[in-house]
């Protein structure tokens, strides 16, 4: 049994080849009627596309168009995948986390992060641990806002095997209904665990269990858009995406494709802690985002808390990044978690000022999201706005992320399996053990 979700629509076609052929009565075939054998198999799978990935059907005898043969073929040898939502789990700021179950056992998360049309009005927004930020808003993503905007109030929930509703339970006096979306984002586990063993990223601790395949990727992407209109798709769960070469581009195929999921490519993000021959790689084989996990300001401070540093250091990432092809208006984004009293100096913001210069792009700030499995702590409000300020300063595009769902363990740095092969005891446990609260 074949997956849907792993395949791109030309493999589908191909797969439907067999079962579309025409023949004359005798059952020869010839050069004309194997082109129109071909188109026919093209047009099966754009319909199929159509009807999984954009009118959300799932039973392929509801496919009405589709002829009473190729559905039972289809029966037979094309399974659509589902992910079993095991834990689902919502924050007071509208983020909503899901713990997946997979066949084998395993488990993943992703997470639905909303922005709000009042924090992109403002230069700064309020963070929910009552820090003031600026809020981390793409200029492409603004480019687009007005047809993500209208789409979210247009928006119509299909039919969803959960219970739960996105909108969160009021807990504040935060406006969170649809007409205060600017975006959804859906930010996606590319393997359970990860090896990259990053000192402050919860992910690092568990290790790595196994790569997700290709439709595991497709299908978070696909249940998360079951339950609520998102705008934009994020390779920052959990997983290095790089690491995982194959089933990510080939995911990002799928998302992209006009047929299926049809995201812009300006919408899909890869986020990676510096792969550098995958990066060289990456920029041949998909036209998508990439935001790099920079986090340091030198080798020395890198190489502490990112073990992927002493593979490939600085000067070869940077340079990758100078190499990487950028379409017009486009550019890389850099992330830089920041802990206290280790990368968070305005004599490392000099040195990032440095290392970016003459490369299109815009820094991300991210306070560090505290949790059980790091001894970092969050710097102060003030050293991240000396911090941010310095790099305004200097004409350097520098956002300061509002973490979302803090209170769920489901910010930047916070997701894990909950029965990973953890390094550690049971301190790294995941609070998604615990059961919500109605």
């Given amino acids: 049994m074949i997956y849907f979700q792993s395949l791109t ?14 023949t004359t009565r005798s059952g020869e075939m010839n ?141 504040s006096d935060s406006n969170l209904s649809s007409e205060s979306w600017s975006r959804l984002t859906a930010c996606i586990s590319s393997q359970v665990g990860c090896a990259m063993a990053c000192k402050f990223c919860l992910t690092g601790v568990q290790g790595l269990d196994r790569h997700l395949q290709t439709h595991e990727i497709v299908t978070q992407v696909h249940e998360l858009r079951m339950r609520a209109p998102i705008t934009n798709i994020v390779f920052m769960g959990m997983g290095e995406p790089l690491h995982n070469f194959e089933s990510v581009v080939k995911a990002c195929q799928i998302m992209l494709d006009q047929d299926g999921m049809n995201f812009s490519k300006r919408k899909v993000t890869i986020s990676t802690s510096g792969l550098v021959s995958a990066i060289e790689e990456l920029g041949k084989r998909v ?35 100078r190499n990487y092809p950028l379409g017009s208006h486009r550019r890389i984004t850099f992330e830089y978690v920041m802990l206290k009293d280790f990368n968070d100096t305005l004599e490392d913001a000099a040195r990032v000022a440095k290392l970016v210069r003459g490369i299109p792009s815009k820094l991300n700030l991210i306070p560090f999201n505290e949790h059980s499995g790091s001894e970092f702590k969050r710097p102060n409000d003030e050293s991240v706005k000396k911090f941010q300020q310095y790099l305004l300063d200097r004409n350097i595009t520098c956002t300061v992320r509002i973490s979302r769902g803090r209170d ?30 109605a």
């Fill in 287 to 321: 036209d998508v985002s990439l935001a790099i996990s920079l986090n340091a300001s030198n080798d020395e401070q890198r190489s502490q808390i990112m073990p992927v540093n002493k593979k490939w250091n600085i000067e070869a990432l940077m340079t990758a990044c």
């Fill in 9 to 22: 629509q030309e493999e589908l076609a191909q797969l439907l080849l067999p079962v579309s052929r025409v």
């Fill in 31 to 171: 050069e004309e009627l194997e082109k129109k054998s071909v188109k026919r198999a093209q047009y099966r799978a754009k319909q199929i596309f159509h009807w999984v990935y954009q009118r959300y059907v799932l039973e392929w005898d509801q496919m009405s168009d589709l002829s009473k043969d190729l559905r039972t073929w289809l029966k037979e040898n094309v399974e659509i995948y589902r992910l079993k939502e095991t834990v689902s789990r919502q924050g007071l700021d509208g983020t909503h986390k899901f713990l997946w179950g997979l066949p084998d056992g395993k488990t993943i998360e992703s997470v639905i992060i909303p922005a709000a049309l009042q924090e992109k009005k403002n230069a700064f927004g309020n963070a929910p641990d009552g820090g003031s930020f600026e809020i981390d808003q793409d200029d492409e993503d603004s480019e687009n806002s007005r047809g993500d905007i209208e789409a979210l109030k247009g928006y119509r929930k299909v039919s969803s095997p959960t219970k739960s509703a996105f909108a969160g339970r009021k807990a």
């Fill in 408 to 437: 769920i363990s489901a910010a930047c740095g916070q997701l894990r399996s909950l029965f990973g092969s953890a390094r550690g005891t049971d301190k790294h446990r995941d609070r998604s053990e615990q059961q919500p609260q």
